[in-house]
T-cell receptor
Framework: GAGVSQSPRYKVAKRGQDVALRCDPI?????LFWYQQALGQGPEFLTY????????KSGLPSDRFFAERPEGSVSTLKIQRTQQEDSAVYLC?????????????FGPGTRLTVT | RKEVEQDPGPFNVPEGATVAFNCTYSNSASQSFFWYRQDCRKEPKLLMSVYSSGNEDGRFTAQLNRASQYISLLIRDSKLSDSATYLC???????????FGSGTQLTVLP
């Protein structure tokens, strides 16, 4: 069955470049989350969408990070002027409903390396 | 202090052993609790939810102590395929976003 997909799976960027990471959630899932996972750490929350509305962006580490979900399905996480500390795996997760069902389904992630 | 604390391990155990992982959390307003499993270079996958009454799923038993803010996972009769990183996770906030511990690495040896 169709799970959460992310592209690209791997991205190498030179410091200072802009990158865009794409997430295709499970069809019909209302909630979409972005997480950042640094090496040897657990994922950390970045931002949350309910349909097209970005309801929580408290985890975004700086104003270089921007996320959107304009039609309430596909989402894009954009990082401007990438820095070495942005190197991490970026995970997208979707959930069927807005609140009640807790389970989030994760995509395979995009591994970003900034050189 | 991190919101979810776990012993990072690694735990290296022989097949058939029983192994226990513990985790403490600091946010008393946390709503739900889980153990996730993450294989190397893969995404996290839900292993089981954790309830105050304790719950069991085959060889896995999870327990939550809200008063002590402590969560545990017990794996009995461990298999080679249990080798992975086990993440202690809680959900909180209006969005019920997940907060993860750093994970405990388990290797089951033949």
């Amino acid at each position: 069955g169709a799970g959460v997909s992310q592209s690209p799976r791997y991205k190498v960027a030179k410091r200072g470049q802009d990158v865009a990471l794409r997430c295709d959630p499970i069809s019909g899932h209302v909630s979409l989350f972005w997480y950042q996972q640094a090496l040897g750490q657990g994922p950390e929350f970045l931002t949350y969408f309910q349909n097209e509305a970005q309801l929580d962006k408290s985890g975004l580490p700086s104003d270089r990070f921007f996320a959107e979900r304009p039609e309430g399905s596909v989402s894009t996480l954009k990082i401007q002027r990438t820095q070495q500390e942005d190197s991490a795996v970026y995970l997208c997760a979707s959930r069927l409903t807005a609140g009640a069902a807790p389970e989030q389904y994760f995509g395979p992630g995009t591994r970003l390396t900034v050189t | 202090r991190k919101e979810v604390e776990q012993d990072p391990g690694p735990f290296n155990v022989p097949e058939g052993a029983t192994v226990a992982f513990n985790c403490t959390y600091s946010n008393s307003a946390s709503q739900s609790f889980f153990w996730y499993r993450q294989d190397c270079r893969k995404e996290p996958k839900l292993l089981m939810s954790v309830y105050s009454s304790g719950n069991e799923d085959g060889r896995f038993t999870a327990q939550l102590n809200r008063a002590s803010q402590y969560i545990s996972l017990l794996i009995r009769d461990s298999k080679l395929s249990d080798s992975a990183t086990y993440l202690c996770v809680l959900s909180s906030g209006s969005a019920r976003q997940l907060t993860f511990g750093s994970g405990t690495q388990l290797t089951v040896l033949p």
